[in-house]
């Protein structure tokens, strides 16, 4: 699949939140979608693999996505000059593709993976470690479930028995831990003897085996350290939430339903047509307000007749205040307490109420990058699968909000064209 073909079917992934099956289906039995991607309509006889459309897709680079999205936005401000004067922005958070990260069911995770790529370095390099791996898969998983039931116990005497089930499964994993690495020390003499193809595939073998036991340790320390010592509080900087999706980040937000979300935080920007101008997935630790001054700057930067950029009360704080003032006098961020916003807004313009008053349409930007473009929850592995995976939905979310914008131009009253939401300006 070419450059173009990839990008129309990473596209229409997200734009339609498709799975990888059902975009399959799409490409093979979708005349219109083939003639866009330049493969004939469905009559010809080209097809199109669901892995061959997975390995094409994560080829692009989320630069290429962000360059071709600055594109489409550029050609919808043609369409609608002034959207980008008025600007709002908030933030939300993208789950990663795990489980709910509890201790044991780490430990089960990173043993199950470090116990099968060492039974496949072994059968490479001939080595007797680890070779009965069927037999320590099946120990493994009556360990996890012991530790399980002892975890979800509710008696008199859980935490004797909680501690006894983890101690037994931090052991099994430090036994196994040592075979690990008494294999790794027998990959490098036996590399001489094996051809290339024997010698990529143990090299490659062998990363995912050193992955896995540092995962496996920290994992099991945390575990020891929670369950074994007495309970002790681990800071979040020692914890690692999946030995898969080894960036993701804890975030305590508070909300109602779901308090403790596990992912990173994005940041969206709309302008009053509806496009998606910036987004980027905000850095480790980082909160709504140590970003203000730096969103403003670039968004000043990339749109200098910008008039209002509005902000909700998550991302106040005193500095942030003057910082806004000194950079754009128009912008709206609302401060927090009952008697400083009041005086604040019997002291505000009219442009910043109107601002204020349209600043939570951008939840309606936010609902459809996640339930309209697969937002809510990424399907991609890695952080790099990550950024491309917001990238290809802000992509998808600009294409339809240009559409609906076309088609205005010459059918306004059409169902395509119509649009409940409410401008930001």
Same mark, same amino acid.
């Given at each position: 699949?070419?450059?173009?073909?990839?990008?129309v079917?990473?596209?229409?992934?997200?734009?339609?939140?498709?799975d990888?099956?059902?975009?399959?289906?799409l %490409?093979?039995?979708?005349?219109q979608l083939?003639?866009?991607?330049? /493969?004939?309509?469905?009559?010809?006889?080209r097809?199109?693999? =669901?892995?061959l459309?997975r390995?094409s897709?994560?080829?692009?680079?989320?630069?290429t996505l962000?360059k071709? /999205?600055?594109?489409?936005?550029?050609?919808?401000?043609?369409?609608? *000059?002034?959207a980008?004067?008025?600007l709002?922005?908030?933030?939300?958070?993208?789950?990663?593709?795990?489980h709910?990260?509890t201790?044991?069911?780490?430990?089960?995770?990173a043993?199950?993976c470090?116990?099968?790529h060492?039974?496949?370095?072994g $059968?490479i390099i001939?080595?007797?470690?680890?070779r009965?791996?069927?037999?320590?898969?099946?120990?493994?998983?009556?360990?996890?479930? %012991?530790?399980?039931?002892?975890s979800?116990?509710?008696?008199a005497?859980?935490?004797?028995?909680?501690?006894?089930?983890?101690?037994?499964l931090?052991?099994?994993?430090?036994?196994?831990?040592h075979?690990?690495? $008494?294999?790794?020390?027998?990959?490098?003499?036996?590399?001489?003897?094996?051809?290339?193809?024997?010698?990529?595939?143990?090299?490659?073998?062998?990363?995912?085996?050193? =992955?896995?036991?540092?995962?496996l340790?920290m994992v099991?320390?945390?575990?020891?350290?929670?369950?074994v010592? &007495?309970?002790?509080?681990?800071p979040?900087?020692?914890?690692?939430? /999946?030995?898969? $999706?080894?960036h993701?980040?804890l975030?305590?937000?508070?909300?109602?339903?779901?308090?403790?979300e596990?992912? &990173?935080?994005?940041?969206v920007?709309?302008?009053?047509?509806?496009?998606i101008?910036?987004?980027?997935?905000?850095a480790?630790?980082?909160q709504?307000?140590?970003?203000?001054?730096t969103?403003?700057?670039?968004?000043?930067?990339?749109?200098?007749?910008i008039?209002s950029?509005?902000?909700?009360r998550?991302?106040?704080?005193? %500095?942030?205040?003057e910082?806004?003032?000194?950079?754009?006098p128009?912008?709206?961020?609302?401060t927090?307490g009952?008697?400083?916003?009041?005086?604040?807004?019997e002291?505000?313009?009219e442009? =910043?109420?109107?601002?204020?008053?349209r600043?939570?349409?951008?939840e309606?930007?936010?609902?459809?990058?996640?339930?309209?473009?697969?937002?809510?929850?990424?399907?991609?592995?890695g952080?790099?699968?990550?950024?491309r995976?917001l990238?290809?939905?802000?992509?998808?979310?600009?294409?339809?909000t240009l559409?609906?914008?076309?088609?205005?131009?010459?059918? *306004?009253?059409?169902?395509?064209?119509?649009?409940?939401?409410?401008? %930001?300006?």
């Amino acid at each position: 699949v070419d450059l173009w073909a990839g990008t129309v079917l990473a596209g229409a992934r997200l734009g339609l939140n498709l799975d990888y099956d059902a975009l399959q289906d799409l %490409a093979e039995n979708h005349r219109q979608l083939r003639l866009l991607m330049g /493969s004939g309509d469905w009559e010809s006889r080209r097809r199109f693999d =669901w892995r061959l459309i997975r390995d094409s897709v994560c080829k692009i680079r989320p630069e290429t996505l962000e360059k071709i /999205s600055a594109i489409v936005v550029g050609l919808g401000h043609r369409l609608v *000059p002034g959207a980008a004067q008025h600007l709002r922005a908030d933030s939300f958070v993208m789950a990663t593709p795990i489980h709910y990260p509890t201790d044991i069911r780490q430990v089960g995770d990173a043993l199950r993976c470090l116990v099968r790529h060492g039974a496949r370095l072994g $059968e490479i390099i001939d080595s007797t470690l680890l070779r009965q791996h069927e037999h320590l898969q099946k120990r493994i998983r009556s360990i996890v479930l %012991a530790a399980g039931r002892a975890s979800a116990s509710r008696g008199a005497g859980r935490t004797k028995r909680l501690e006894i089930a983890v101690r037994d499964l931090v052991t099994f994993a430090d036994e196994r831990s040592h075979q690990a690495m $008494e294999l790794l020390d027998q990959v490098r003499p036996a590399l001489n003897s094996l051809d290339d193809d024997q010698r990529s595939a143990a090299l490659a073998e062998r990363e995912k085996v050193m =992955w896995f036991l540092s995962g496996l340790a920290m994992v099991a320390d945390v575990a020891r350290r929670r369950h074994v010592e &007495h309970d002790e509080q681990i800071p979040l900087s020692d914890r690692l939430f /999946s030995v898969f $999706e080894a960036h993701t980040e804890l975030i305590v937000r508070g909300k109602v339903p779901v308090p403790v979300e596990f992912g &990173h935080r994005v940041l969206v920007v709309e302008d009053s047509a509806g496009f998606i101008v910036h987004a980027h997935v905000m850095a480790d630790g980082r909160q709504d307000r140590d970003v203000v001054g730096t969103i403003t700057r670039l968004a000043k930067r990339n749109h200098p007749d910008i008039k209002s950029l509005s902000f909700d009360r998550g991302f106040h704080s005193p %500095a942030n205040q003057e910082r806004l003032n000194d950079i754009l006098p128009g912008a709206c961020l609302p401060t927090t307490g009952v008697k400083a916003g009041a005086a604040q807004a019997e002291a505000a313009s009219e442009a =910043w109420h109107n601002a204020r008053r349209r600043h939570p349409g951008i939840e309606s930007a936010i609902g459809a990058l996640q339930f309209g473009n697969g937002c809510e929850r990424c399907r991609d592995k890695g952080r790099l699968g990550y950024h491309r995976y917001l990238r290809l939905a802000v992509l998808g979310r600009n294409l339809l909000t240009l559409g609906r914008h076309a088609i205005a131009q010459d059918h *306004p009253v059409t169902a395509a064209a119509a649009s409940k939401r409410r401008p %930001a300006a």
